[in-house]
């Protein structure tokens, strides 16, 4: 742990950050736990300290609105919501501009990215120093509460952590408000420091309500949270397929798989961190493979093995009707 009045706090922990290690700092919303969004063997071994069981999309925090307007393509809405309240307790997801440099881990394989400007003067320095889009989630570990003191981190993370950037206690209390500018319709996909009626003024428009996962299940079609592969996928295989794709892991050759039309392997040396760092990318191109499906090996059901199989059955899952 270390005083944000340190005068080299920002810079150590810039430093941190920049050679994949796992950072808390303060935000005006809460504290969040801090790791490159372009690392994705630094984002999983922030899900790993997180122990959360599911890869959720992160955001991504930039010291200003010119950063963050180099990462996604910002339509009319998503411009008079970042000019009216960046930096300040607002996340926008906007589809990803074509050169955006964050991992597939940090997005968990979706086209869109979240991306956010906080205004706290400790969150500022340090992203200024670290010079890329750092992935912040709130520093607590999976189920607890968020925390709103240097404290309460050091509290759930008593030893996973590289540093603890101490700010003294938030301002807002609560995570930042959410909204997507993907389609015509800005969305409002989590309220949060933010009022609704804030946003609503600044667009001139009233704002569309979807609730998040775990709040209620998601209007189908409505807006994509998870990724979905075009390919059919096939768990726990034993053999493969004329056709079949194979994503396997620790060298694993099932029967058949001299045959497949393309093989990519997680971690050959069997690291879960290592397979949860490539396991979106391997999928997408697996996908884009052509191949009709993707046979998978048994991943450990350990460690960030959890958070991959839950994300592949998801994916192996029948699909709700397109429109
Ligand atoms: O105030 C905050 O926003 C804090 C501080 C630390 O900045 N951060 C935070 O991050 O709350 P996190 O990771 O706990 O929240 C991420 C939320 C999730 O609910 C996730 O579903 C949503 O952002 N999200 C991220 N990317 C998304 C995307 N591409 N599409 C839809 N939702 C997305
Ligand atoms: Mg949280």
Redesign the pocket.
């Known amino acids: 742990m270390i005083s944000a009045d340190e005068p080299a706090a920002a810079e150590a922990a810039a430093a941190r950050l920049r050679a994949g290690g796992l950072v808390a700092f303060p ?8 790791a490159d969004a372009t690392d994705g063997a630094a984002i999983a071994r922030l899900y790993a300290a997180k122990g959360r069981p599911r890869f ?4 991504s ?1 930039l010291p200003d609105p010119a950063a963050a307007m180099r990462l996604g393509i910002f339509n009319a809405a998503a411009r008079a919501l970042a000019a009216r309240f960046w930096p300040g ?1 607002l ?1 926008l ?1 906007v589809p990803k501009a074509p050169d955006c440099p964050i991992a597939s881990l ?3 394989g ?5 991306l ?1 400007v ?1 205004s706290h003067p400790v ?1 500022q320095k340090i992203l200024r120093a670290a010079a890329r889009p750092i ?5 607590n570990r999976s189920g607890r509460v ?1 925390p709103t003191r240097a404290a309460h981190v050091l509290a759930d993370f008593p030893d996973a952590l590289d540093l603890i950037v101490d700010g003294g206690p938030t301002e ?1 209390g ?5 909204v ?1 500018c ?1 389609d015509e319709t800005p969305v409002l ?2 309220l ?2 933010l009022a609704r009626e804030a946003i609503e003024s600044a667009l001139g428009q009233p704002v569309a309500r979807v609730l ?3 709040e209620a299940p998601q209007a189908p079609g409505q ?3 998870h990724y979905a592969p075009r390919a059919t996928i096939r768990l726990n295989a034993t053999h493969v397929a004329r056709g079949e794709a194979l994503l396997t892991f620790a060298g694993a050759r099932p029967d058949g798989a001299d045959g497949a039309a393309m093989t990519l392997d997680l971690s050959p040396r069997g690291d879960l961190v290592e397979a949860a760092a490539n396991f979106f990318s391997y999928l997408h191109r697996l996908d884009a493979s052509g191949a009709r499906a993707i046979a998978v090996v048994p991943i450990p059901e350990q460690g960030l093995g959890e958070a991959i199989n839950d994300r592949l059955r998801r994916a192996a899952a029948p699909r709700p009707p397109s429109r």
């Open positions: 935000t005006e919303t809460v504290y969040g736990l801090g959720n999309p992160l955001i925090h307790p996340t997801v940090t997005t968990a979706l086209d869109t990215v979240a956010r906080p969150a992935a912040a989630p709130s520093a968020s807002v609560l995570e930042s408000t959410i997507a993907v996909l989590r949060g420091g998040s996962a775990g807006l994509a949270s």
